[in-house]
């Protein structure tokens, strides 16, 4: 049976959703390297990028861990928070720092007081919206 595409954000898309970034990042992360991406031309961009979305994961991980005998998961919130912080407690280099940064400002929109449990295409693209302008204003300083 076909499975329905899933049109909404909850924790578990956040946990699917850093995995399989973590692993593309994996398998690129020597390419990265080699081609020396801004904001630094140091040649470990890709390198930096990984090891903090592997911080990142592997604090949304100890998340549902921490769940694991409750009969329900993280919140979306719960797994964007320990997303950002992961992040920034493991952020690498520039590029480490600025991903830290796009993932902190997701989280501020997504994970507020009183966001929904899951968003939706137009929360996201407000999150996404927030997380550039957090990037950004941490690259101007």
């Avoid at 911080?55 to 861990?65: C, H, L, P, R």
């Avoid at 997504?110 to 899951?118: F, Q, S, T, V």
Wanted: glycine content about 10%; charged content about 20%; proline content about 4%.
């Amino acid at each position: 049976m076909a499975q329905v595409p899933q049109t909404f954000l909850d924790g578990l898309a956040v946990r699917t959703w850093c995995g399989l970034a973590l692993r593309a990042l994996g398998r690129a992360r020597e390419e990265i390297d080699a081609i020396n991406v801004y904001p630094v031309a140091d040649g470990d961009t890709g390198t930096n990028l990984y090891l903090t979305l592997e911080s990142a994961a592997t604090a949304v991980e100890a998340v549902f861990a921490g769940y694991a005998t409750r009969p329900a998961g993280p919140t979306l919130a719960d797994a964007l928070r320990a997303m950002a912080h992961g992040a920034l407690i493991g952020a690498r280099g520039n590029s480490g720092t600025i991903l830290a940064q796009l993932l902190r400002g997701m989280a501020q929109v997504l994970a507020a007081d009183g966001a929904a449990p899951r968003c939706d295409g137009p929360a996201l693209r407000l999150a996404l919206r927030r997380a550039a302008d957090s990037a950004r204003q941490a690259v101007a300083h």
